[in-house]
């Protein structure tokens, strides 16, 4: 059997340098800072609290990623939640991974860690497609790295998409939400206003965007995608004004304007086993006649 050929010097400095790059050591937590413009939130909630309880009783079994910061200290790339619980459970250090990455391959190993978590907020998650998007848009314009005939092929939404085992049109659609006002993402959050009515509401203009807040409180409504829609279309004809969207959200929405319907085995427990579906309606007709009665004495008084 031939030998095999020994590594060349400069292989062997190569495995040697990345071998102490991942080599675990230990920071103060003093000495690691968040990683500037991390678009996922780290709260204290119930995950946090079973986080911090981990950590008091073993340990960080996975050391963060960081990278030195030529302004001081490191900087986090995986691990914030970590962090901010082993500060929590009272650590004074924590294992480490010191990598050396440029902007651009910090900002998509960032974006990578963090979307494996099981809940992202729609905020979150489009502001780290955005991020990733950038960076491998920049990292196609270095000519270092690819041929101007490949670059002039490559989607960067298609290539976060990818990554994330969804569609490059969903990738878009997401990354359209950081067009709007922090008061309507964080809506969107709340899932006060749903995804497809938030996409079209994201090419109002700003001003618009915070004349919508009011037309929404003045129709006390969430829009449908058709109002939104044809806010999006008013806005890019002519602008739309707070009277145009106050005029759209006043509007019945379709869905409102159908039957409201129960099923019957939802009423069942309310009636007598014997009561037919007619009888239980005329009750409730009843029912509800002697409450408006009720209503509108009172309002009398």
């Not at 008091?56 to 900087?75: C, F, K, Q, S, T």
């Not at 650590?91 to 960032?110: C, F, G, N, T, W």
């Not at 998650?125 to 490949?150: C, E, I, N, W």
Request: proline content about 6%.
């Amino acid at each position: 059997m031939p030998k095999a050929k020994p590594k060349e010097p400069e292989a062997q400095t190569v495995a040697a340098a990345e071998a102490v790059t991942e080599t675990v050591q230990r920071f103060p937590l003093s000495e690691l800072h968040p990683f500037e413009g991390h678009p996922f939130k780290v709260l204290d909630d119930d995950a946090m609290a079973e986080t911090v309880e981990s950590i008091r009783m073993v340990g960080i079994a996975n050391p963060l990623i960081v990278r030195p910061d030529p302004d001081g200290g490191y900087e986090i790339i995986s691990g914030h939640r970590r962090h901010h619980a082993a500060e929590l459970a009272g650590l004074d250090a924590i294992p480490v991974i010191v990598r050396e990455l440029d902007d651009d391959a910090a900002v998509i190993m960032m974006v990578d860690s963090n979307l494996q978590r099981e809940n992202i907020l729609p905020s979150e998650r489009a502001k780290a497609y955005k991020m990733k998007m950038d960076a491998l848009r920049h990292q196609g314009q270095r000519t270092d790295l690819t041929s101007p005939q490949v670059a002039a092929k490559f989607r960067a939404d298609d290539e976060v998409g990818k990554g994330a085992g969804v569609s490059g049109d969903t990738v878009r659609r997401f990354v359209r939400l950081t067009n709007l006002i922090p008061e309507i993402l964080d809506m969107v959050d709340e899932k006060k206003i749903s995804m497809t009515p938030a996409v079209e509401l994201s090419y109002l203009k700003p001003e618009e965007q915070r004349n919508f807040l009011e037309a929404m409180d003045y129709a006390q409504a969430a829009p449908s995608v058709s109002q939104a829609q044809r806010m999006k279309k008013k806005s890019q004809e002519d602008g739309c004004t707070l009277e145009d969207m106050c005029g759209i959200m006043d509007e019945a929405k379709k869905d409102d304007m159908g039957q409201i319907a129960f099923k019957t085995s939802d009423l069942q427990k309310f009636f007598p086993k014997s009561y037919t579906p007619r009888q239980m309606s005329d009750t409730i007709l009843r029912l509800l006649e002697q409450w408006q009665r009720r209503r509108q004495r009172n309002q009398q008084r």
